[in-house]
């Protein structure tokens, strides 16, 4: 725009020229040329108004597709933290508040360590102190683990179990979608309660089993479990009744369809949550 405002000023004597003599045919080029140029000019005014309206359209565009590639079937929610915090309660369990705490319920048996197996790894990082959870939430993860293996011959992995509320508040600190560590909505991490299960580099037939397997745990009122996306894991309660409900279940052997013409293989049936 500006150099063509500059070029309309040096082009200004000249048409003062053509306005005394008599070269009637330049005059007319040049009022034409001005209306050329006023058009164009209209039009770049016009330009950053419409690149805008692109740009939002593309960026609305795009978010769209953000959430329609995250749609996961257990989203974190204040319903479920809720939830998490009510079993918590009903089980009369404290919240860990420091490693004093922590490594009495260790010895006394409150806590019971998280021992790596053919179906089960854990997150390198992961502090050998806090690599514990509750006696019903090790056999759901090993349960899980097994079922998982059998399916897919690959590990899952545990990122995380049971915290300290110093660690909590730490955590906090540098993650502001993590879970307070007191009140109605404190993380179930305090309790020894719950797991977080690494959900990043599952293909899609994993994650949809994982996500049908707990289904049928929710459904039961065994599990409270959510899909964080921050550290793309399964963040997963497991209740009290877990192990009252896994005495009632039959565990047989049974082999796999897709190996009818190989080496029988065997995958547990528990219930008929692992189908």
């Known amino acids: 725009m500006v150099p063509l405002t500059a070029w309309l000023r040096i082009t200004k ?26 058009a164009a000019l209209a039009v770049c005014a016009g330009m ?19 959430w329609l590639r995250w749609n996961p079937m257990f989203r974190p929610s204040h319903e479920s933290l809720l939830i998490q915090n009510a079993e918590v309660d009903r089980l009369n369990l404290p919240r860990i508040q420091d490693e004093t705490e922590l490594e009495a319920l260790k ?6 360590e998280i021992v790596p197996s053919e179906g089960l790894k854990i997150e390198r990082s992961l502090d050998p102190s806090r690599r514990y959870c509750r006696p ?52 179930s991490h305090l309790a020894g309660v719950t797991v977080d299960l690494q959900r990043r580099g599952m293909n899609k037939d994993q994650i949809r089993w994982m996500e049908h397997y707990l289904f049928y745990m929710k459904a ?54 692992t189908k």
Not at 49 to 60: D, E, I, L, R
């Open 220 to 273: 039961l009122g065994l599990v409270e479990p959510e899909e964080e996306r921050r550290h793309w894991c399964f963040h997963i309660m497991v209740s009290g009744h877990y192990d009252e409900w896994r005495q009632t279940q039959t565990i047989v052997p049974m082999e796999r369809p897709d190996q009818e013409d190989s080496a029988p293989s065997t995958e547990l049936a528990l219930g008929s949550g």
């Open 107 to 112: 010895a006394d048996g409150s806590l019971v």
């Open 48 to 66: 950053p108004v419409k690149a805008f309206a692109v740009h939002h359209s593309t960026v609305h565009h795009h978010r769209h597709l953000r």
């Open 13 to 38: 004597p000249r048409a003062e020229n053509c306005r005394r003599g008599r070269d009637t045919t330049h005059v007319r080029h040049f009022v034409r040329f001005q209306l050329a140029v006023l």
């Open 136 to 187: 019903w939430t090790l056999n759901f993860v090993d349960d899980l683990s097994v079922a998982y293996y059998n399916r897919f011959h690959q590990q899952i992995q545990v990122n995380s179990a049971v915290r300290t509320v110093k660690v909590q508040k730490k955590l906090r600190r540098h993650n502001r979608n993590a879970a307070p560590w007191d009140g109605d909505t404190a993380s």
